[in-house]
């Protein structure tokens, strides 16, 4: 791959680099696992990003591959044991506006979003990111409706995870 196309990669993913904070937060829930599929999520855009004809948004496509990637990488991570090595890690996918009064909210709502199911956590994942019901149905193979009614249902459950688990907003 040319240097022009590695170029643009790595300046479209550091455009989008908030969807590899927030995958990575939904679906892992220690550092470490996070900061290992951030690294898969990238490598994964990086074999795949060849075949991206932009035909969809960049950052539709990064969605997509960042979500598959997430379920696949847990899947194997259970079978897995607990082996980490430590490799070099050239991007610094952060949240950047850290505000540390928000940070413990956060750390609730993400912890309850660990006991949704895949398709759950997909669905929290693309509301998050400003997606309509449409768009949420689309990337999903929902209809507009099903993907609302979906995201309803989702955002009910992790309310009952909170209060359950005795913590209020």
Do not use: C
Request: aromatic fraction near 12%; avoid cysteine.
């Amino acid at each position: 791959m040319s240097s022009l196309n590695e170029t643009t990669f790595l300046k479209l993913v550091n455009q989008h680099k908030g969807i590899l904070y927030k995958a990575s937060r939904i679906y892992a829930d220690s550092v470490e696992d996070r900061e290992d599929l951030q690294q898969e999520i990238l490598i994964q855009l990086w074999k795949s990003y060849q075949n991206f004809k932009g035909n969809s948004e960049f950052s539709t496509w990064m969605y997509r591959v960042a979500i598959n990637t997430a379920i696949t990488f847990l899947k194997k991570e259970k079978q897995r044991s607990n082996n980490h090595t430590d490799a070099p890690s050239h991007f610094e996918a952060q949240q950047e506006d850290y505000n540390p009064a928000k940070d413990r909210q956060l750390e609730i709502f993400y912890s309850a979003v660990q006991e949704l199911n895949s398709l759950e956590k997909a669905v929290i994942f693309y509301f998050m990111e400003g997606m309509s019901h449409k768009e949420i149905g689309n990337n999903l193979g929902l209809s507009e409706g099903n993907a609302r009614v979906k995201l309803n249902r989702t955002k009910d459950k992790i309310q009952q995870i909170i209060k359950k688990s005795g913590y209020e907003f």
